[in-house]
């Protein structure tokens, strides 16, 4: 089993940046491809961005590359998502996910592990 627990979420100024943390336990953290995904009110979740266990290898969505940066830190059991450049549409709860494979895959199927969320809303 995995724990992910996310913190970082708030509310920020479209132009804005924040950082949001997952703290992963329960399970080799280096062994885990990570993942960010989001949900924003009256749509589906979708895949934000991803890190693989091997060699670092990165996935964005189309929306937030050059904007987001996905990080790890195996040896404290963390990983990020650094957001620059926020605009409205970045406003949704935002979800770490983990797979205990070393592909990225954009499908929120095939994470078998999420955290509870965290709320990020960007003003206007």
């Known amino acids: 089993q995995v724990q992910l627990v996310e913190s970082g979420g708030g509310l920020v100024q479209a132009g804005g940046s924040l950082r949001l943390s997952c703290a992963a336990s329960g399970r080799t953290f280096s062994t885990l491809t990570m993942a960010w995904f989001r949900q924003a009110p009256g749509k589906e979740r979708e895949f934000v961005a991803g890190i693989s266990w091997v060699g670092g290898h990165t996935e964005y969505a189309n929306s937030v590359k050059g904007r987001f940066t996905i990080s790890r830190d195996n040896a404290k059991n963390m990983a990020y998502l650094q957001m620059n450049s926020l605009n409205p549409e970045g406003t949704a709860v935002y979800y770490c996910?983990?797979?205990?494979?070393?592909?990225?895959?954009?499908?929120?199927?095939?994470?078998?592990?999420w955290g509870q969320g965290t709320q990020v809303t960007v003003s206007s």
């Open positions: 996910a983990a797979r205990q494979h070393l592909v990225v895959l954009t499908s929120a199927a095939d994470y078998a592990y």
